[in-house]
Nanobody, 121 residues
Framework: QLQASGGGLVQAGGSLRLSCAAS????????VAWFRQAAGKEREFVAT??????YYDDSVKGRFTISRDGAKNTVSLQMNSLKPEDTAVYYC??????????????????WGQGTQVTVSS
């Protein structure tokens, strides 16, 4: 079971740090990703960490950083230079996708409940 936290309201240019925690087991061997879903839009890929490597959507590259803390059994998403268009519900997902599918939500079988991020202009 995954638990996402850390969302909130922030002004444009600000920062937030999201955390995804696993309970009932470890997800150290899983690929963990962050997706987001804005109102009226489909869920879209943000970032993932797979076998020690990180991958980002172009829209967040250079602003967001995904990282894993094995000791705490968490995966974090540090979001800097936030923009109003980053406003969405952010979800963490875990799975074992092949490399070509890491940006597809269908490749992840476990999901957290989502945390709201709102960026005001």
């Amino acid at each position: 079971q995954l638990q996402a936290s850390g969302g909130g309201l922030v002004q444009a240019g600000g920062s937030l740090r999201l955390s995804c925690a696993a309970s009932g087991g470890t997800f150290s061997s899983y690929t963990v990703a962050w997706f987001r879903q804005a109102a009226g839009k489909e869920r879209e890929f943000v970032a993932t960490i797979r076998m020690g490597r990180t991958y980002y959507d172009d829209s967040v590259k250079g602003r967001f950083t995904i990282s894993r803390d094995g000791a705490k059994n968490t995966v974090s998403l540090q979001m800097n230079s936030l923009k109003p268009e980053d406003t969405a519900v952010y979800y963490c997902g875990a799975g074992r996708p092949i490399l070509s599918t890491i940006s597809s939500a269908l490749a992840y079988g476990y999901w957290g409940q989502g945390t709201q991020v709102t960026v005001s202009s």
